[in-house]
């Protein structure tokens, strides 16, 4: 049994196609650790394996987790919210389809930060999510139940989204490996909204092969959703183990040090000197706007939320509270349903956008977004990709950042810049700091997934970093 929960997704599908590993067994295995899961990082589990595996399809019956802000059809889907409480949807977000074509099987629904919204997984409708590394820690958010989840191994691989950094930090935090990919690549139809123009679902997984692999498959146009538009290239698997020739950035106005914890910066430092061992050429490079993207995604996420969230009132899905009249219906309901984080970005994006300060907030952070995105753009002209820690810290104790918005929002310094752009980036486990993993961030521009992918793949055997421990496996 531990020979076959040490398989990545990419090797359980081979051992399949060559015979050597039962999907039904594996699934089995998959859904018993699952269920006994102590980390509350599922909101729902499979009862039983899927009666048929589609052994023929490339992802040959290897099973997946999938963050509940998706949706799926008859098996509950609420955002880690409680005003979802008992939505059960009649369809499947494209993209879990797309999977399910492809022969993965669904195991069961991930915990998340409510509608999405958080670094730390503790604004949860079912409860918080406990770090695999170090159970009195956060797994990061807000796809902290799939990230748990792969990282304590109780799924091969997962599905999670990412607006400002969902995939990336809680991928950091939990020692593994999550790609937010190019905005439009993936279809949304099916994930349930939080801010339209910077979600983007992506792959949660044990290395960056499965990333690459789980990708392949997700990624594709789809009428359903106008901004997706698939991706032109293949996503092909990685296989470089250098890096001649390729030129990364450091930002300095994000990576010059200010505000990261001596560990990370430290595990950040040995990165950059194993890229230049592998052949690569390291440079600063600068993004002036980049420290104003924080306060720019701060603002457009929660207008966009604001819009977005206004269809739950206890008319058609989940929870309502009932009242004499159709107004207090309504109010309790949103009341009674929405968490505290929720309640506070709907109150800001709606004063964001009300007449009168729509101007000094919501169009400000729009040209702010443009600025950002432009220089990205432009350093993207001279080097292929550039590099950062993915989070300021590593994994922080459970409650330690939940009075202070300001302190749980920082989190999100160094990933908000891409999200605004729409480009893509990977995080990488890239050591360890006090025992608890740091991620590096590599971020490229629009369409570059293959590029990162086969540089975070050569990083990743130089690093030859040891997620067993969230396992079970050995101590560091
Ligand atoms: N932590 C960020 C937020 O709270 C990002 C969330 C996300 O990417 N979904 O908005």
Redesign the pocket.
């Known amino acids: 049994m531990t020979a076959i929960l040490d398989l990545t997704a990419a090797q359980a599908a081979a051992a399949i196609e060559r015979g050597d590993l039962d999907p039904g067994e594996l699934f089995g295995i998959y859904r018993e650790r699952a269920a006994a899961d102590e980390l509350g990082a599922w909101t729902w589990v499979a009862d039983a394996a899927p009666v048929a595996f589609d052994v023929g399809a490339p992802l040959r019956g290897v099973p997946l987790a999938v963050k509940d802000l998706f949706c799926t059809e008859g098996v509950p889907s609420q955002a880690g919210s409680r005003i979802l409480e008992g939505y059960r949807p009649p369809y499947t977000a494209t993209c879990v389809e797309r999977l399910q074509t492809a022969g993965a099987t669904l195991l069961g629904k991930t915990n998340q ?1 409510e509608f ?4 730390s997984n503790e604004n949860s409708g079912f409860g918080p999510v406990l770090n695999p590394w170090d159970r009195s820690r956060v797994p990061g ?3 902290g139940g799939s990230a748990a989840a792969v990282a304590a191994g109780s799924a091969p691989w997962a599905l999670g ?7 990336r ?1 809680p991928a950091a935090l939990c020692g593994i490996v999550g790609l937010k990919p190019t905005y439009g690549t993936v279809s949304r139809f099916g994930m349930i909204a ?2 339209c123009s ?2 983007q679902a992506g792959p949660l997984t044990r290395d960056v092969t499965d990333a690459a692999l789980l990708y392949r498959h997700m990624a594709g146009a789809d009428a359903r959703d106008a901004t997706a538009v698939g991706h032109p290239d293949e996503i092909g698997l990685p296989s470089a183990e250098r890096l001649d020739g390729v030129r990364l950035g450091v930002p300095v106005e994000l990576a010059g040090g200010e505000g990261i914890e001596p560990g990370v910066l430290a595990a950040f430092e040995r990165s950059l000197a194993l890229a230049r061992e592998l052949g690569a050429t390291v440079e600063e490079v600068s993004l002036p706007t980049a420290d104003r993207a924080l306060s720019a ?2 603002v457009i ?1 929660p207008a966009e939320c604001s819009s977005n969230l206004a269809r739950f009132d206890g008319v058609r899905y989940g929870l309502r509270v009932e009242a004499d009249d159709l107004l207090t219906m309504y109010t309790e309901t949103r009341h009674d349903g929405f968490g505290d ?1 929720v309640k506070r ?1 709907i109150l800001i994006g709606t004063y964001a956008l009300s007449s009168g300060y729509y101007d000094a907030y919501y169009g400000r952070a729009q040209r702010v977004r443009t600025l950002i995105a432009r220089e990205l753009a432009a350093v993207f002209e001279r080097v292929d990709a550039i590099v950062t820690p993915t989070s300021p810290g590593v994994a922080f104790e459970l409650g330690s950042k939940s009075a202070d918005p300001l302190a ?2 920082l ?2 310094f160094f ?2 810049p891409m ?1 605004l752009a729409g480009v893509p980036a990977i995080s990488i486990p890239c050591g360890l700091a006090d025992g608890l993993p740091v991620g590096l961030q590599v971020a490229g521009a629009a369409f570059s997934e293959n590029r990162l992918l086969d540089i975070a793949y050569a990083l990743e055997q130089g690093l030859g970093f040891d997620g067993s421990p969230a396992r079970g496996g050995a101590t560091p």
């Not at 999405?116 to 670094?119: D, F, P, Q, R, T």
């Not at 990412?162 to 995939?167: L, R």
């Open positions: 930060d999405a919204m958080g670094s958010g807000s796809s989204t990412d607006t400002g950094g969902s995939i930090q939080f801010a910077l979600d995604y701060y996420a984080e970005r749980m929002y989190n999100d990933t908000v999200s």
